[in-house]
C-alpha cells in the first residue's frame, strides 16, 4: 500500500502559476507511471499529464504549453507546474500513481483560479 497526499493547490489569479506537489509514503522508482486528474463537481475526472516510469511525458491537450509534469525520486514527489492558469481549470486535482496490479489516488487538492 502507499498513500499518496497533494499540496499546493489555492487561489490564483487568471495567468499566475501553481506548482503541485505528490509526495508518496515509499519510493515511486518502481511506479509504472505517475500522473495528475483533475476533477470539478458533476463531471468525470480527466487527464491532465503523465510521466512514465522511462519514457515520454504526455499531457492533456488543456494543458499542453501550459503545464509541465516531473518528478524527484529521491524525494518520491511527483510535481506539477501550471502556468498561464484559467478560470477553466478550476477543479480538485488527484495525484495518481500505476505500479503492476494496483492503482493509486491521492485525496485531492483544490485549484480555483479567479479575479
Known amino acids: 500500500q502507499v498513500q499518496l497526499v497533494e499540496s499546493g493547490g489555492g487561489l490564483v489569479q487568471p495567468g499566475g502559476s501553481l506548482r503541485l506537489s505528490c509526495a508518496a509514503s515509499?519510493?515511486?522508482?518502481?511506479?509504472?507511471?505517475m500522473g495528475w486528474y483533475r476533477q470539478t463537481p458533476g463531471k468525470q475526472r480527466e487527464f491532465v499529464a503523465s510521466?512514465?516510469?522511462?519514457?515520454?511525458?504526455a499531457f492533456a491537450d488543456s494543458a499542453k504549453d501550459r503545464f509541465a509534469i516531473s518528478k524527484d525520486n529521491t524525494k518520491n514527489t511527483v510535481y506539477l507546474e501550471m502556468n498561464r492558469l484559467k478560470p477553466n481549470d478550476t477543479a480538485v486535482y488527484y495525484c495518481?500513481?500505476?505500479?503492476?496490479?494496483?492503482?493509486?489516488w491521492g485525496q485531492g487538492t483544490q485549484v480555483t483560479v479567479s479575479s
Open positions: 495518481n500513481a500505476v505500479a503492476l496490479g494496483a492503482t493509486y
Open positions: 510521466i512514465p516510469k522511462s519514457g515520454s511525458t
Open positions: 515509499r519510493s515511486i522508482f518502481n511506479f509504472l507511471v
